[in-house]
């Protein structure tokens, strides 16, 4: 699909019948007026590897060897002298200089749903305020109007354990994601291409913006005088697939495109080639990109909820996790990517320091772990530290909303600046009172 | 086989899901619980009429001496004891009446009427699961009767789109995890094929119930009549693998709209359940196959006796619980008496407090989008229903009325409440819990299909031997995949950017807007002596559901001709081509992809 010829065409075309008049007032993109502009990068992007269902600290980012609960795993060094971390993540270790473990991470929520909401959106399930999902809230204050690919977009997400931590919640539709699923017809063909993108060969380009032109018509008075999110989704959403449609940035889903040397040191799994189509993504702009590690192959949704079985159940989900994130940093660095974009790791929580009769962990928020790196961050730091059994936090407790106010501060964001909430009231980007970890921010 | 290995798995998470009940590592505590209070002695509702001579339509006369109010139990715990039995008529008007009321208290101005177009389109996709074709529009449109839209309701209930579509609203209620999870899709046939009998044949809503609560469930048999899809309601204890306590939440969800969830492993935070009380519901189903023998009450080994069954045991303190009901009331057992037939008993008992006002609340959400109770399953202290005098209203002549889903359904289309238009008019509109103007609502994806193929005249093949059954690989599969949704009602459910562009550039919308591939656009191009302001009405009525207003006419009509002069033609068969680009922009507009 040739981008350029139809902006010029359509505008060649309409720009001086009445009827445009319409339809530039309307909702569907000003092509026409559009700057030919490439390469944009908003100042800052974030890239968020969910690892839904609750890693392991002990067996990840906080080994405990020589203690009960530490169990088989062994304490590596990493390429920071004085940061050890687990055996399973060797080449993590390696980059690690790009990184800033917290291991005191702490809340109260034990619950999947409860937990999974708090991380994802910053604030406690409460009354009918519909927070909005992480991605959202960076997403909508980062993005960069000239970026035509949706400024949000999450690949493989798992959100049966609570539905509406995955949304844009009172920012509405339009800061909604646009998901990405895996297809792939084989283990090494992995591929993420956005299905529908090209229009019917038979159809010439000036009849798509014919197409186009009469419906933004149709559309004006019904969704004018019919206010909701059925209608105004349906209106972002054709607006954003109209631009995608005409956009070359869409080739960033093309991984075709990259060496497979590249692909392969990212590991040929859903989730390390996804990493890399996230570099690819913000390579192009795309303010905010959430992959998730799930379950494994056929294994269900929750991957890391390791109740049984959890050191193999560990090892395994890190054998897909090493690599991919490992080449992610070291891919972002090369391509002066890095020190915009700001990578978080985490869950919704962490696993029980003491090992259970089924050698698996429970829940355990009083103690755990997530990363951050990239962007913003002063790396090649730990944060906080837990007793010599796991149990307790001994150093440096961090609670969500100062993880969320670290988080806005390293993309370059005041958490206190608010957006208005579905019941009209203003909600800060991270919760009242949240305090920015200054140990963690250049 | 892969789908009994998806079954292994998935019991497999459930009980991965449950080992992470038990070690909760947190409990909340509760400032008291509150008691609810029933008068034992006098019915909260109405008993049901000993005979059956209840008319189904509205043929009781009116009792206009008895003030809305008055029949209206106004909360749990005051009961009328003699509840007049109204007609269909009367119990809208006293709805109307109570909406209104509370609409001039409010400062709300309702939204005007809706038009006889709006209305069609509107009932059939909300009773019969499609929009209407285009002869059953112009039919009604040029319909002199003024009971037209009466009339209408009458001929969808007794039309088999009827069943088919409430039989999946349904197993959508009842078996949710069934369209969202693959590992339960195996069983919706069976489950469907069940459901079907009993919507066809008006079974009353709480025997419908009792027959699921209890229909004897064995581990091998489930699994043989699943892979056959033998028609039956074990699906409801399959989808949740069989065990005491996910059926206990099941239960009090489906049936009660209590969510009882978080009071499995602790006192419920926000309200009044105490976990004591979800194992004492779970323990009606304590013989379910599922059930972990370390929590069973049962002696192991033994399929043990009546009383065995009536106690299990709560994992977290290791406490054998009783089976008691959530009102506190213990049943009064003898020898005989199976725990799940007492538990149906009480579900279905015309004082239960919860059990008709969810049927109701269900039906009300079914043709607004949204229940008076939001979310639909969640009645709780906190969580006030929207106009409750109407839900009591509602709830008492549904039993009054021998639980009869169709007198549901024909009071509620039947309110001016429902027969407002979707335009605001007035700012007071905006507050959904007014029900003041019918909300846009996103469709179902069974709704959007069924009416995309009406509208595009795609004949939908179905699988002889398991009529029940979607091939997944078929547009409808695919489709049905695209738009599934987790929201939270029909008033949330947003289109994404996939199924915007699969609309736009996918392959079924092409075949269906071109000339070669078309039914709908064939039918409209190659009718002779139809002139293009025709050809139009009739790609309008057979998609938005209405004639064309006079604005689009001068938008599409000197398109079409344009469009016929650039192909060098003078006569209007060279605008073809163009007629497949309205026919498209019609398709693509949210006027024809969301009912309202």
């Known amino acids: ?442 | 086989m892969g789908f009994i290995c998806s079954i292994v798995m998935s019991w497999f998470a459930a009980l991965v899901c449950l080992a992470v009940f038990f070690l909760a590592v947190f409990f909340l505590t509760i400032c008291g619980h509150v008691t609810i209070c029933m008068a034992e002695d006098q019915p909260l509702l109405a008993p049901v009429p000993a005979t059956d001579t209840v008319p189904a339509t509205d043929t009781v006369p009116a009792t206009d001496t008895i003030p809305a109010t008055d029949t209206v139990p106004a909360t749990d715990t005051v009961p009328a004891a003699d509840t007049v039995l109204l007609s269909v008529d009367e119990t809208a008007r006293q709805a109307d009446a109570l909406f209104e009321a509370s609409w001039r208290s409010r400062h709300v101005i309702p939204a005007a009427a809706v038009s006889d177009a709006e209305y069609l389109r509107r009932i059939y996709l909300d009773l019969a699961g499609r929009i209407p074709a285009v002869s059953e529009v112009r039919e009604f449109l040029s319909d002199p009767d003024s009971s037209r839209r009466d009339r209408v309701v009458e001929q969808l209930l007794d039309s088999p789109a009827y069943v088919r579509n409430f039989t999946t609203v349904w197993r959508n209620a009842l078996i949710p995890q069934a369209a969202s999870q693959p590992q339960y899709r195996a069983l919706i046939p069976g489950f469907e094929a069940w459901l079907w009998t009993q919507i066809a044949a008006d079974t009353p809503y709480d025997e419908v119930v009792r027959r699921i609560i209890t229909i004897p469930v064995d581990s091998s048999t489930a699994m043989t009549g699943v892979l056959n899809s033998a028609s039956s309601p074990e699906a409801f204890f399959v989808s949740r693998d069989l065990k005491p306590e996910n059926a206990a939440t099941g239960t009090s969800r489906a049936f009660l709209g209590v969510r009882l969830d978080c009071a499995q492993c602790h006192n419920h935070p926000f309200d009044r359940w105490k976990q004591q009380q979800f194992w004492q519901l779970a323990a009606f189903y304590a013989d379910l196959p599922g059930a972990d023998t370390a929590s069973s009450g049962m002696p192991s080994g033994s399929g043990g006796d009546a009383t065995s069954h009536r106690s299990i045991r709560m994992p977290s303190t290791g406490e054998l619980i009783p089976a008691i009901f959530l009102t506190g009331d213990t049943p009064a057992w003898t020898d005989s008496t199976s725990p799940r037939e007492v538990l149906a008993d009480w579900l279905t008992d015309s004082r239960n407090p919860w059990f008709a006002r969810m049927a109701a609340n269900r039906m009300w959400a079914q043709f607004f989008g949204r229940g008076l109770v939001h979310p639909v399953d969640d009645f709780s202290e906190n969580n006030a229903p929207a106009e409750p005098a109407v839900l009591d209203l509602l709830a008492t002549q549904f039993v009054a009325h021998g639980y009869d889903l169709k007198f549901l359904i024909r009071t509620i289309t039947r309110t001016r409440v429902y027969r407002t238009g979707s335009r605001q008019t007035h700012e007071s509109q905006a507050d959904a819990d007014a029900f003041a103007r019918a909300a846009l609502r996103g469709m179902t994806p069974e709704q959007f299909f069924d009416s995309l193929a009406e509208a595009v005249g795609y004949y939908q093949p179905f699988l002889a031997n398991n009529p029940f059954l979607t091939d997944d690989s078929s547009p409808r599969g695919r489709f049905l995949e695209l738009y599934l949704d987790d929201a939270e009602s029909p008033l949330q459910r947003q289109t994404t950017i996939l199924q915007a562009l699969a609309m736009m550039n996918g392959d079924f919308i092409d075949q269906a807007t071109s000339l070669e591939d078309s039914q709908t656009l064939r039918a409209v191009t190659e009718f002779p002596r139809m002139s293009d302001a025709e050809r139009l009405e009739t790609l309008s009525l057979a998609t938005v559901s209405r004639p064309p207003t006079a604005g689009e006419l001068a938008t599409f009509l000197p398109y079409l001709e344009a469009s016929a002069q650039a192909a060098g033609e003078t006569s209007s068969p060279g605008s073809r081509e163009a007629l497949g680009d309205v026919f498209w922009v019609l398709l693509n507009s949210s006027e024809f992809l969301l009912n309202h």
């Open chain 1, 1 to 442: 699909m040739d981008a350029v010829r139809i902006h010029r065409r359509l505008f060649g075309r309409y720009s001086g019948l009445s009827l445009l008049g319409a339809s530039m007032s309307g909702w569907l993109p000003r092509l026409a007026l559009q700057a030919e502009s490439r390469g944009i990068r908003p100042a800052r992007s974030c890239i968020l590897l969910w690892m839904s269902g609750g890693p392991s600290q002990i067996d990840t980012f906080d080994p405990h060897e020589g203690h009960a609960n530490g169990g088989p795993v062994k304490a590596i060094e990493t390429s920071i002298p004085g940061i050890r971390i687990a055996d399973s993540l060797p080449r993590t270790a390696q980059v690690m200089q790009h990184l800033a473990p917290i291991r005191t991470m702490s809340t109260k929520e034990g619950d999947h749903a409860r937990a999974t909401y708090y991380l994802r959106t910053g604030y406690l399930p409460q009354g009918p305020v519909q927070f909005p999902t992480l991605g959202s809230l960076l997403s909508h204050q980062l993005r960069q109007d000239e970026c035509e690919l949706p400024a949000f977009i999450s690949v493989n997400p798992f959100r049966a354990f609570s539905p509406e931590a995955f949304g844009p919640g009172f920012l509405g539709p339009a800061w909604s994601p646009l998901v990405v699923a895996d297809q792939r017809s084989s283990n090494t063909d992995i591929s993420f291409e956005v299905r529908n993108l090209q229009t019917a060969p038979r159809l010439a380009a000036a009849r798509i913006d014919d197409r186009i032109r009469l419906l933004n018509v149709l559309e004006q008075e019904f969704l004018a005088e019919r206010p909701g999110i059925p209608g105004s989704s349906h209106r972002q959403s054709y607006a954003q697939a109209v631009r995608m449609m005409r956009s070359r940035d869409v080739g960033a889903f093309r991984l075709d495109d990259e060496p497979n040397a590249l692909r392969d040191r990212y590991g040929r799994s859903p989730f390390g080639q996804a990493c890399l189509l996230a570099r690819r993504l913000v390579e192009k702009g795309v303010a905010f990109v959430e992959v998730a590690l799930n379950g494994l192959e056929n294994r269900g949704g929750a991957g890391w909820d390791s109740h049984t079985d959890n050191f193999q159940t560990v090892r395994d989900l890190c054998e897909v996790l090493d690599p991919a994130w490992a080449t992610l940093m070291s891919d972002l660095q090369e391509r002066g990517l890095l020190e915009s974009t700001l990578v978080v790791w985490m869950g919704e929580f962490g696993r029980t320091p003491v090992i259970n009769e089924n050698a698996g962990r429970d829940h355990w928020p009083g103690s755990w772990s997530a990363v951050l790196g990239g962007g913003g961050i002063r790396t090649g730091q730990v944060c906080g530290r837990t007793s010599s059994d796991g149990m307790e936090i001994e150093e440096s407790p961090v609670s969500v909303p100062n993880l969320m106010a670290t988080i806005c501060r390293a993309v370059g964001l005041d958490e206190t600046s608010s957006n208005q909430s579905n019941i009209g009231r203003p909600i800060p980007l991270a919760d009242h009172g949240a305090v920015p970890l200054q140990q963690l921010l250049t």
